[in-house]
């Protein structure tokens, strides 16, 4: 079955709402990554957080490993938030070279 | 600091034809180097990674093939591109293992 499972697959939201994108996973992990890919593919590395909670401006990420999932939250979302966002993890047990992504959750902002 | 630099941006090849994309990083000695791939609407999967000049590990067959001739630089090659190859592909960079992952902006990749 998919290692990792975020949700929701997509979300439309009016400029200034708060967002949560969660992501779920069914294995033990060493790591936990979140990525903004923009419109055009390329990703931007959002956080590394294999456990608890970090914040960067508007974003906070929070992993919880005992309940195999980790959430990034957007506060105040603006337009230029639009995109797709994509949590990967890499494997505890597995290779420490390979990290498995998420489908991603397509965000889209309006004025 | 660090940059990693993707080349071409696009391409447009015939089925059959010869591939070569190119990344390079620069400002960081000794990087883990990785290849994914993208297909259009899909997930991002790993294919290659490399931690050394030389050594490559694929992940992911896809009737590929991976090298890394300098420390700063891995190329992705095939000799006769398919339909399916076609696709967004990426070059990333890490400290080392299970460490934060940085990607290049990328190659669009049709194949006709």
């Known amino acids: 079955g998919q290692q990792v499972q975020q949700s929701p697959a997509s979300l439309v939201l009016q400029e200034g709402e708060n967002a949560e994108l969660q992501c779920n996973f069914s294995?033990?992990?060493?790591?936990m990554q979140w990525f903004y890919q923009r419109p055009g593919g390329s990703l931007v590395s959002l956080f590394y957080?294999?456990?608890g909670t970090k914040h960067s401006g508007r974003l906070t990420s929070t992993t919880v490993i005992k309940e195999r999932r980790s959430s990034l939250h957007i506060s105040s979302s603006q337009t230029t938030d639009s995109g797709t966002y994509l949590c990967?993890?890499?494997?505890?047990?597995?290779?420490?070279?390979?990290?498995?992504f998420g489908k991603g959750t397509l965000l889209t902002v309006t004025p | 600091a660090q940059t990693i630099h993707q080349w071409p941006v696009a391409e447009i090849k015939a089925v059959g034809s010869p591939l070569s994309l190119g990344c390079t990083i620069k400002?960081?000695?000794?990087?883990?180097l990785y290849w994914y791939w993208q297909a259009t609407g899909g997930t991002l999967q790993q294919l290659f990674y490399?931690?050394?000049?030389?050594?490559v590990e694929s992940v992911v067959q896809l009737n590929l093939s991976a090298s890394r001739p300098k420390d700063d630089q891995f190329i992705l090659s095939t000799e006769k591109l398919l339909l399916s190859h076609s696709g967004f592909y990426l070059c990333?960079?890490?400290?080392?293992?299970?460490?934060?992952?940085?990607f290049g902006h990328g190659t669009k990749l049709s194949v006709l």
């Open positions: 490399s931690i050394t000049v030389g050594q």
């Open positions: 990967a993890l890499e494997r505890s047990g597995g290779s420490n070279y390979k990290l498995t």
């Open positions: 957080n294999p456990s």
């Open positions: 294995t033990s992990l060493n790591s």
């Open positions: 400002g960081k000695s000794s990087p883990n």
């Open positions: 990333a960079w890490s400290l080392g293992g299970n460490e934060r992952l940085f």
